[in-house]
């Protein structure tokens, strides 16, 4: 039909070109982190992105059933290595959150974020659609959900449990559990958070009031969130201008390439280029709640939707930790934080998305395979 | 569709596909709007409080150092230092950047010869430091010293050597009461002036005597050094650099050479010299020894050394001329003499001395026990006779001895840059009712006129008493070089009177009387002046029926205070002096107060000379005080040492010639030999009356 063969129409070009340009950002950014040097994190970066992305595109050319046929024992590897990582860091005696394979560290609480929402999806597609309102829905995609999520609350690993919970009950949602259970839920857990709070610890509770106010402790507890705050509000509109951050190149921003990598950039290119990425983000995600939408497939279309409401976390609690709107998680912020995990995380998702996307213009185009 | 019920919505695949629809419509909406909210949130802190947040980031980045202010330079009456700045070379250690701790000190502590305190200090302050606050290795380094240390930076890792400047005495201990010393503000004086100045490393103030009083004078503009830092403290770069404005210098009335040269002429002995120009009452030397050295009282004073000060039984963290206190003794006699002769007894009548008088039911003695005969005025000042000055005291009574007393100088409180002085009293009737509620006594008016008692005194009011007696004017001590005052009023006596009081005061010197040993070795000058001693223990009637023991004999605080005070030219008054000998009981004639006093005297007349006799002296003496202190230093850390058990005492006598040597280099003094007591004339007053 059209002059432009078919495989480089099926190409997902926008979306590519939408991340290459937030990564290609990103390295920017590492470059100044570093005091102007491509070492040591932008080349890393750089490479990692690249071989990442090509890991998504040959993730995009496997069938949609494969995924399907794979979530649960993925999950179950998954959830084996979460227990082992428990059981060594209790022999060791301390926080445990990598296996150690010889060639590498393995964090399985990284690969949980998406397989939890390939599990939760799976379980609801093959839920006879009669069933969704009765309680046969709802306990085993909460023992689903509750396992994971309680190994890596101990670990501890606050962010990467609350992620966890996060993709799996927007699975649930969307499979169209009743809505009364989540407002219900919501108004009850709204109810204990202050009777929570009364029953903490002295120490537990000076945390929690440090965040809500950063500055009553700048050189403690607070001090991540004062320096992120004064590095971006110190940006300004258009920023002090690249490589001129002092904030990151003088030490006073803490993880200013990992977490809270945000907080450099704001602070060399200002709001403008915190609202450019964020609109970047937005697009991204766009993208991916459209491609849930055009999908007919139930599985496909929960987990098309789960891994970017996945993806939206990151960004989310990332930017609302760097700005002061939520405690200090390990977050990190997709494409921009330098490491390697979070980036395979979130280009495992955008290759689940990609191979969706294209089983339903497939799909939706029948002459290409009559 | 399997179980359809009146309570349950019927869901077909079609109904969950449109839920499904709506609900990934809704999440789309919430992840918008959270993006909105963060967008919102960024717009709020970098646009509304952008303000704010680039004075924290600019707070952050910019670190501002102040630059202590030079001090101003205190000079003498010839414009040479008593105070200046040293370029100060030193070397400070910066934790963070320190790889081997250990082996770093070690190796400074050789290069730069530290003591074992030292070392100690240096370490513990290491261990205790926050990072990148320094931590000072050693200052006052020569500049040896420094270019040792500044070759071998590549191997010293972490090893700051600086420029800066300290405060300098030149004259060191000789000036210590004079001008006091600085030292680092105290938490105290910074919760008062709340002035960031007081807390910069570096900047001292004044913390005694002068450089006290001219502080703010002295005190300049800081500089200031404006630095990029790191979150860790290392220095980026420098962004502007303010120069400090140095303090104003003083100058004052002080004459360099003889402040110095008094202060060593004090010998070993614990006391003071002060000396008066008689033209304006300008203060040319104020000596108290021994004293603490200015020098290292400003560094910060070891433990050490501080113990060793204040244990001294010649307590030198006094100082003696302003804040001593002694019974003037027979220094009184030619202001009493003086009063005698404004109520009319004549200079010629006569009083015979047997050695003692009755007053009362109370024996009063003369110093001479064998008595002077018959004495008139000039006789009675020249041989000290107490038998005299008793008789004719009684006749005027007290209250116009007072009076002259008080016109001398003596009581009176004088305004000066000093933060705290002691001046002493002149009793008579009204002040003894007042704070005794008791009556004037006749034998109050006995032991007055002979500077006991309750009369009291202190150096520098005696030199003023010299003074006055010289000249016949009220003259005020002043210290400041040039200071405008009033031209002093009369003490109220005759010229005439006034002569004869000198000629009588020059005959006890010159003329056979009791401070032969004040004579000076200079032609054509004649000193005049009186001797003194002032009894600080009563003498028992059976003590006195066994004979008087000697000075020697008793435990140094029980000895005679010496006292002398005089002027010269005789005739033509030109300089005073006021000497006092705590208890120095006129031991050794070379360190007495008369011959200390004519010595101080004769360096404004003959410079050189008097610097031979010192130096030849010194030598007996065991070497300069800064010597002599170094010695007693040494001796001291050994003697807490071998305390602590860290060091093995030294076999038999070695330790205590060496603790001697040290302790106070005071030869022990030989009794007198007969054929000496007739060159020294007998201390007059000594053995004078039953002290009620």
Request: charged share 20%; aromatic share 8%.
């Amino acid at each position: 039909m059209s002059i432009i063969p078919q495989p480089l129409t099926q190409f997902p070009w926008r979306v590519l070109a939408l991340l290459l340009a937030i990564a290609m950002f990103g390295t920017l950014v590492l470059y100044s982190a570093a005091g102007g040097s491509i070492f040591p994190w932008a080349t890393n970066q750089a490479v990692r992105f690249c071989v990442f992305s090509a890991m998504a595109l040959v993730l995009s050319r496997i069938p949609l059933e494969t995924f399907a046929r794979f979530a649960f024992p993925a999950y179950a590897s998954v959830l084996i290595a979460l227990f082992l990582v428990e059981l060594i860091g209790g022999v060791r005696g301390g926080s445990q959150r990598w296996i150690n394979l010889g060639f590498m560290q393995l964090q399985p609480s990284e690969f949980m974020k998406p397989i939890i929402v390939l599990a939760v999806a799976r379980f609801y597609a093959r839920l006879p659609v009669g069933d969704i309102r009765s309680w046969n829905a709802i306990w085993p995609a909460l023992v689903l959900i509750g396992v994971p999520w309680s190994l890596v609350l101990i670990q501890p690993d606050l962010g990467t449990a609350t992620m966890i919970l996060a993709g799996g009950v927007t699975v649930m949602f969307l499979a169209g559990l009743p809505l009364r259970l989540f407002i219900g839920s919501g108004l009850t857990l709204a109810a204990i958070v202050p009777i929570a709070f009364s029953f903490l610890h002295d120490y537990q509770q000076k945390r929690v009031l440090i965040f809500m106010d950063p500055e009553s402790d700048p050189l403690g507890a607070g001090y991540h969130i004062s320096q992120s705050k004064i590095a971006i509000g110190s940006g300004g509109i258009w920023g002090k201008g690249f490589l001129q951050g002092s904030q990151s190149h003088l030490d006073y921003l803490p993880e200013g390439h990992t977490d809270f990598v945000f907080a450099t950039m704001a602070e060399e290119w200002g709001m403008a280029g915190g609202i450019l990425l964020i609109g970047a983000f937005m697009l991204l995600f766009r993208w991916g709640l459209r491609v849930a939408m055009r999908t007919s497939d139930r599985f496909a279309r929960l987990v098309a939707a789960g891994l970017t409401t996945t993806i939206f976390f990151y960004v989310a609690i990332n930017l609302m930790m760097v700005m002061g709107l939520a405690p200090v998680v390990g977050i990190p912020l997709p494409f921009m934080s330098y490491g390697g995990s979070s980036m395979l995380t979130v280009m495992l998702c955008v290759g689940i998305i990609m191979a969706i996307d294209r089983s339903n213009s497939r799909a939706s185009n029948p002459g290409n395979w009559g | 569709m399997k179980f359809p019920g009146p309570k349950h919505k019927i869901i077909t695949e079609a109904a969950q596909t449109f839920t499904f629809t709506r609900r990934t419509m809704v999440l789309g909406a919430i992840q918008g709007g959270i993006g909105a909210l963060l967008a919102a949130r960024m717009a709020w802190i970098s646009i509304a409080e952008n303000e704010k947040y680039t004075l924290l980031s600019e707070s952050n980045r910019v670190n501002l150092t102040l630059i202590p202010p030079r001090r101003g330079w205190i000079i003498d009456r010839n414009g040479r230092p008593l105070a200046n700045n040293r370029t100060d070379f030193r070397v400070d250690l910066i934790p963070q950047r320190v790889v081997d701790a250990d082996a770093t000190v070690k190796h400074l502590a050789q290069l730069l010869s530290l003591e074992s305190d030292e070392v100690d200090r240096i370490r513990e302050e290491l261990d205790k430091s926050a990072g990148f606050r320094p931590v000072q290795v050693a200052d006052k380094l020569t500049y040896d010293q420094y270019a040792a240390v500044s070759v071998r930076l590549p191997d010293l890792p972490g090893v700051a050597p600086s420029q800066g400047f300290s405060r300098h005495y030149p004259a060191g201990s000789t000036v210590g009461h004079l001008l006091g010393y600085v030292g680092a503000a105290t938490a105290e004086e910074y919760k008062e002036r709340k002035n960031p100045l007081l807390i910069t490393p570096g900047f001292k103030v004044g913390k005694d005597g002068l450089e006290r009083a001219f502080d703010e004078h002295l005190t300049g503009e800081p500089g200031a050094k404006r630095v990029e830092v790191t979150a860790r403290g290392k220095i980026v770069r420098e962004l502007t650099t303010r120069p400090d404005t140095p303090g104003h210098p003083i100058k004052l009335t002080i004459d360099a050479g003889l402040q110095e040269y008094a202060g060593r002429r004090l010998a070993t002995q614990s006391g003071s010299v002060v000396v008066i120009d008689c033209t304006n009452g300008d203060v040319l030397a104020m000596a108290s020894m021994p004293s603490f050295d200015p020098n290292s009282f400003s560094d910060g004073i070891s433990q050490l050394e501080w113990a060793m000060l204040s244990q001294d039984d010649h307590v030198p963290l006094r100082n003696k001329t302003l804040q001593g206190l002694y019974p003037p003794g027979s220094t009184v006699k030619p202001m009493v003499a003086l009063a005698l002769l404004e109520a009319g007894i004549g200079p010629q009548e006569t009083v015979g001395c047997a050695g003692a008088l009755r007053v009362g039911n109370t024996l009063f003695h003369c110093h001479k026990r064998r008595g002077h005969g018959a004495v008139n005025m000039r006789t009675a000042i020249a041989q000290s006779c107490d038998i005299y000055f008793y008789q004719m005291a009684q006749r005027i009574g007290m209250d116009r001895i007072a009076a002259m007393a008080r016109r001398c100088g003596m009581g009176q409180r004088f305004d000066l840059p000093f933060p705290s002085q002691s001046y002493g009293t002149v009793p008579d009737p009204a002040w003894k009712l007042k704070k005794y509620d008791q009556k004037w006594q006749v034998y109050d008016t006995v032991n007055a006129t002979i500077g006991q008692g309750y009369m009291l005194i202190n150096p520098l009011q005696m030199a003023v008493m010299a003074a006055r007696l010289a000249t016949g004017k009220q003259l005020m001590p002043n210290f400041l070089h040039g200071a405008k005052r009033p031209a002093p009023s009369s003490v109220g006596a005759s010229e005439e009177h006034l002569a004869i009081i000198r000629d009588a005061m020059s005959a006890v010197v010159n003329g056979g009387g009791t401070g032969g040993a004040a004579r000076m070795a200079i032609p054509d000058v004649l000193i005049a002046g009186k001797t003194g001693t002032a009894q600080v223990r009563r003498i028992t009637m059976a003590e006195r029926a066994g004979g008087v023991r000697r000075d020697a004999s008793l435990a140094f605080k029980l000895r005679d205070h010496a006292l002398f005070q005089g002027f010269a030219p005789f005739d033509n008054p030109r300089y005073a002096v006021g000497c006092i000998i705590e208890h120095g009981g006129h031991m050794i004639r070379n360190e007495d107060a008369p011959m200390i006093a004519s010595d101080t005297l004769s360096y404004l007349f003959d410079p050189k000379k008097a610097m031979e006799k010192l130096e030849t002296l010194e030598k007996g003496w065991g070497g300069t005080p800064t010597e002599r202190q170094a010695r007693q230093m040494g001796a001291f850390r050994l003697a807490r040492a071998i305390e602590k058990g860290e060091v093995p005492p030294p076999v038999a006598d070695n330790a205590s010639n060496a603790a001697e040597a040290g302790n106070s280099a005071t030869p022990q003094p030989a009794p007198p030999t007969p054929d000496e007591a007739g060159d020294v004339p007998p201390p007059p007053g000594s053995n004078v009356a039953d002290v009620p």
